[in-house]
């Protein structure tokens, strides 16, 4: 085989690899590449007596955020929005014993602003790592649990001090099983679905 033949070869494989990598490009599934592995981290301030926390979730997210004492007895809860990469509860209503649990929770992704959904998925979809569990109304939410311990100063700066309990307002009770059901036929490849609305979900 002289070298033009071999050339001519080489260059035929190369382009038949270089259409193979391109067809691969298009039909392999971009959700890998524009997911999110979530990370969370927070704690009680001891000073200002709230609790802050860094994330990667994207500006808009709205996260609960609940405290129980060492005896699973509630102590506070509040809704807080990240900016920035931060967020940062109001004061803890409730006095504190050394020892409490941590809890934050994303809203499902219907409770979330449209910004948030392009970036998460309409079910929460786009969510990966540790952190991220099946929500029990369907789709999939971020769960980060700590134990925390409080210097003895602040138990003691939380029992003189005196704040009005914050009240987190109360949303319209939503219709699960049709959230449900959404998340169920998107998690099984269906792609005429509209996009998730509030309206969508609440009754």
Known sequence: MNRAAVMTKRGKGGAM???????????LPVSSALALDVTMNATVDDNRLIVT?????????????TLTDADGVYKGR??????????ATGPIPQPLNRE????ILTQIATY????????????GDMLTG?????GSVGGLIVSYHDRIVLSKQAVMQRKRAVVAPKMVAQ???PAFNRYSSYCALKASGRKDLPPVTESLVLR
């Open 171 to 173: 949303r319209k009770a």
């Open 100 to 103: 409490c649990t941590l809890n």
């Open 112 to 123: 979330q602003p449209a910004n948030v959904r392009s970036i998460i998925g309409d079910c």
């Open 78 to 87: 509040d809704r807080v929005i990240v900016s920035k990469g931060a967020f």
């Open 53 to 65: 926390g860094m994330t990667n979730l994207p500006d808009g997210t709205e996260l609960l955020v």
């Open 130 to 134: 540790r952190l991220v569990v099946k």
């Open 17 to 27: 690899r270089m259409g193979v990598f391109l067809w691969m490009m298009l039909v």
